[in-house]
């Protein structure tokens, strides 16, 4: 295992700087004491950066705003300009959109290919780590059945999603395939991929919006009061997939692809879990529902849950091996109870959630 080497002479660029995943890694640059270029759609939105102004405020490093935008080519130019490293943390995550291929292809794909071919102009950029997800190592939990070794690795990749079906993974493998295929046309700079699954735990800024805030406030706003779906998951702390892109720009051996995933969870565990330690002021549910029924009325309660979508995850298990995040690069995962409680605490602090 390599240790991190941080050179902090060198200015370091995070793309969606003001993101969930993104909030918690600003920090960890500038508790390291690096200058951060924060690239954001509108740097004059003071309310979207207090969180981070307030950051650069206590910790040793500084922080820069620059504007930019995923679709908007040349963009990332000035932003990039003079950094060793580039994170590149921007990507849509909804599930339901109205146009998948331009609320979500377009941005993923397109984002990504701005962001590299401008590192690939830029001399002083020596590694590249993009957010990626485990939507791009597999498409639906049936895909288990054909792996290797009874786990999601590395090694796996997403080719069963499409515009059509799951197109929020279809976008995430269709991204990082074009951010492979730009990296291995240059021999400058290298890059590694983050590769977490379902991320939870509170977020940086009070504010912080995540398609997860949305699935967790479901479990306790009663909209599966009458029942979960059986729908496994994988399931990270996003403060570990924060150090997990720290230990893949700055181990110098770090290389390739890195599942971030901490524990196989499903709906179910995760409301045990609340109930046990937030008590029963929460309509949270307390068994699943049956597959036969989710198939039945699944498409008319929610569009993404699809008669096909039903049919190859609802009851299937999910595994993740995250061998590879834990010896090449030193992760140790927090516990699932740390994550989810500690994220409904602070939803509920902020009035996200209020018991009934």
Not at 161 to 174: E, G, I, N
Not at 177 to 204: F, H, M
Not at 217 to 239: E, I, N, S, Y
Not at 278 to 285: A, E, N, S, V, W
Request: glycine letters at 8%.
């Amino acid at each position: 295992m390599g240790s991190p080497i941080y050179d902090t002479s060198s200015p370091v660029l995070v793309t969606g700087a003001t993101g969930y995943v993104a909030g918690w890694l600003v920090r960890r640059l500038l508790e390291e004491g690096f200058t951060v270029h924060a690239a954001v759609r509108d740097p004059s939105n003071a309310a979207k950066v207090a969180h981070l102004d307030a950051l650069a405020e206590e910790l040793p490093g500084t922080i820069r705003y620059f504007r930019a935008d995923l679709l908007d080519e040349g963009s990332y130019g000035p932003a990039i300009e003079g950094c060793q490293v580039v994170f590149h943390t921007a990507s849509p995550f909804v599930t339901a959109v109205a146009d998948p291929q331009r609320d979500l292809i377009d941005p993923a794909v397109s984002g990504t290919r701005n962001v590299l071919e401008e590192a690939r102009r830029t001399e002083s950029v020596r590694r590249v780590v993009v957010t990626s997800s485990a939507a791009a190592v597999y498409g639906d939990n049936a895909d288990l059945a054909e792996t290797k070794t009874g786990s999601f690795t590395e090694e796996d990749w997403n080719s069963t999603s499409s515009l059509d079906h799951q197109p929020y993974s279809y976008s995430k493998v269709t991204a990082e395939r074009a951010a492979w295929e730009i990296a291995g046309a240059q021999s400058r700079w290298d890059l590694v991929t983050v590769n977490p699954s379902l991320v939870l735990g509170p977020g940086i800024s009070p504010n912080a919006t995540s398609e997860s805030f949305a699935l967790m406030k479901q479990l306790a706003d009663g909209t599966m009061r009458t029942g979960a779906p059986d729908f496994p998951f994988g399931a990270v702390d996003v403060r570990d997939v924060a150090e997990a892109h720290m230990r893949a720009a700055f181990v110098p051996e770090a290389q390739g692809r890195y599942i971030v995933s901490g524990a196989d969870t499903d709906f179910l565990e995760i409301a045990r879990i609340l109930r046990r330690e937030l008590g029963d002021g929460f309509p949270f549910p307390r068994w699943t529902l049956p597959k036969w029924l989710l198939w039945l009325v699944g498409p008319f309660v929610n569009k993404t849950l699809t008669r096909k979508t039903v049919r190859l995850n609802v009851g299937l298990p999910v595994r993740f091996d995250n061998t590879k995040s834990r010896t090449e690069l030193g992760l140790t995962y927090r516990p699932l109870e740390e994550s989810v409680c500690e994220m409904f605490r602070q939803m509920i602090e902020e009035g996200a959630l209020s018991k009934r």
